[in-house]
């Protein structure tokens, strides 16, 4: 039961330059989450955006949500070798009287030195 | 330090010798769920909790079996481990059952790699 979908699923840049990946949705959504993994180890929350926000930023990140395109997307500005790494997006599906937190398949983000 | 610990990191067993793996977290969270990551599938919820005494079924249960006695430990049990349980499974918690509404983030543990054979 996916809910959110990561695009690209694999992007590799040269440090310093930005990276930009999108998240898709199905449903309407209250508020939607980024995580990062490093290779084999457990996810980071990253950001959380609610639904009544447009744009949120911590650090070197930024995300927007656009709810009327159902889509979401994770910038990451002067991007860093240490920035290599999944990103998940996550969002809350409600099924039959409970709530769980559903996250996409992920995007590969390889920072080249 | 705020976290969730998992035991142990990496378990090589074989098939149909009932295994554990523990789950701690020290941050008085309510909520605790478990997953797997599985290439080409991405991470699946096998249980979660709301709280003490509250376990419910994920997307992927079969086979394995939880349980929530204290507020800070969510074991997982396979009683009888089989190949196609190889994975790599982590524990997350969060303050609130309540996701959609309160949106907290997970804190996963490190995971805890398992091969059956």
């Known amino acids: 039961s996916q809910q959110g979908e990561e695009d690209p699923q694999a992007l590799s840049i040269q440090e310093g330059e930005n990276a930009t990946m999108n998240c898709s949705y199905k449903t309407s959504i209250n508020n939607l989450q980024w995580y990062r993994q490093n290779s084999g180890r457990g996810l980071v929350h990253l950001i959380l955006i609610r639904s009544n926000e447009r744009e949120k930023h911590s650090g070197r990140l930024r995300v927007t949500l656009d709810t009327s395109k159902k889509s979401s997307s994770l910038l990451i500005t002067a991007s860093r070798a240490a920035d290599t790494a999944s990103y998940f997006c996550a969002t809350v599906l409600l099924q039959g009287g409970s709530e769980k937190l559903v996250f996409g398949k992920g995007m590969k983000l390889t920072v080249n030195p | 330090e705020a976290q969730v610990t998992q035991n142990p990191r990496y378990l090589i067993t074989v098939t149909g010798k009932k295994l554990t793996v523990t789950c701690s977290q020290n941050?008085?969270?309510?909520?605790m769920s478990w997953y797997r990551q599985d290439p080409g599938l991405g991470l699946r919820q096998i249980y979660y909790?709301?709280?003490?005494?509250?376990?419910d079924k994920g997307d992927v249960p079969e086979g394995y079996k939880v349980s929530r006695k204290e507020k800070r430990n969510f074991p997982l049990i396979l009683e009888s481990p089989s190949p196609n349980q190889t994975s790599l499974y982590f524990c997350?918690?969060?303050?609130?059952?309540?996701?959609?509404?309160?949106?907290?983030?997970?804190?996963f543990g490190s995971g805890t790699r398992l091969t059956v054979v």
């Open positions: 997350a918690s969060t303050r609130t059952g309540r996701l959609a509404t309160l949106g907290y983030g997970y804190t």
């Open positions: 941050m008085n969270h309510e909520y």
């Open positions: 909790s709301m709280n003490v005494e509250v376990t």
